[in-house]
């Protein structure tokens, strides 16, 4: 009898180890999956690199960083952005416009706008040598808006009233518990208009267009992508394969080896973009829309 056990204890010790350890196993196995390269990395150096801004922005701080570190990277001859954004908030837009305008004075970049272009996303790419926009996407609505909800009326429903201690006339502007009044709205007005200046300035300085008819191609028209060509938003119509060719025609590549964007790396890009999606719901800000 024992020699039967020890015959079959390694049988036995194997299914009791997957047994105990399926759900970790599986767990492995779907990471793997998710996860593995696709295929065998090339042996030749990564000269041109595609950078996603995909969803609200919120927070540049990622992109930024890959946009520095592809100016930096004497390897990489040509840089793509893909744009697919509502737009955002003020200065995060500012940050990626800029570090766009640092990157032109390196290398060539190429803005495609695989879907919305509008707002502050429009703001991000302005700086690009060339923006070509897919045939389908909507572009512009540059504009700015601060919004908050008066909750005074649920409040007192509820039976919720606000108490604060604050200094300065100023301080209460934007507050959700009543309705604003009209030195607040002249107040939030001021912002909002010398971001709005601002914003159109850098557009018509860097498309070359004319300030005073900023309301052609401003003023929160929201156009086609054929329209935002005949207002000169845009330099051209085309789909990814378009603007991969161009960016390699322009860095001057005699073969393009593309850089991949590393799949953990996308899956928190994604995750990160639906949260700050689901925050901004709650709080407002000041935003470019």
């Known amino acids: 009898m024992n020699f039967i056990k020890k015959i079959f204890y390694p049988i036995g010790a194997t299914i009791k180890y997957i047994q105990e350890h399926f ?3 599986l767990f ?3 990471l793997f999956l998710i996860f593995a390269p696709s ?3 090339s042996l030749t150096p990564v000269n041109l690199q595609e950078i996603k801004l995909v969803g609200p922005i919120m927070d540049a701080t990622d992109i930024v960083q890959k946009i520095d570190k592809a100016r930096e990277d004497i390897n990489i001859k040509g840089v793509l952005i893909d744009v697919n954004s509502p737009g955002g908030a003020v200065a995060p837009s500012v940050e990626i416009a800029y570090a766009i305008k640092r990157l032109k004075a390196a290398k060539p970049v190429i803005v495609y706008a695989s879907g919305t272009l509008a ?3 429009y703001y991000a790419s302005i ?3 060339e923006i070509i926009v897919n045939p389908g996407s909507m572009v512009g609505s540059i504009g700015v808006v ?3 909800a008066d909750l005074s009326e649920l409040m007192s429903k509820v039976g919720v009233k606000t108490q604060s201690v604050q200094a300065g006339k100023y301080k209460k502007v934007g507050t959700g518990d009543r ?3 009209d030195y607040e709205v002249n107040e939030l007005n001021k912002v909002i ?3 709005y200046d601002m914003f159109t300035k850098d557009v018509a300085d860097a498309r070359g267009l004319d300030f005073k008819k900023r309301d052609t191609f401003a003023n929160a028209h929201i156009f086609t992508a054929a329209q935002a060509k005949n207002v000169g938003l845009i330099d051209s119509l085309g789909v990814r394969y378009d603007a991969k060719k161009k960016i390699e025609s322009l860095s001057g590549v005699e073969f393009a080896n593309w850089s991949q964007e590393d799949k953990f790396d996308k899956f928190l890009k994604k995750l990160a973009a639906e949260s700050s999606a689901s925050i901004h719901t709650y709080f407002p800000e000041l935003t470019l829309r």
């Open 119 to 121: 707002s502050g996303s």
């Open 179 to 181: 309705a604003w009044r």
């Open 23 to 25: 759900k970790a196993m």
């Open 39 to 41: 295929q065998e990395k």
């Open 146 to 148: 601060m919004q908050g």
């Open 28 to 30: 492995l196995l779907i």
């Open 127 to 129: 700086w690009a040598n």
């Open 193 to 195: 208009y010398g971001t």
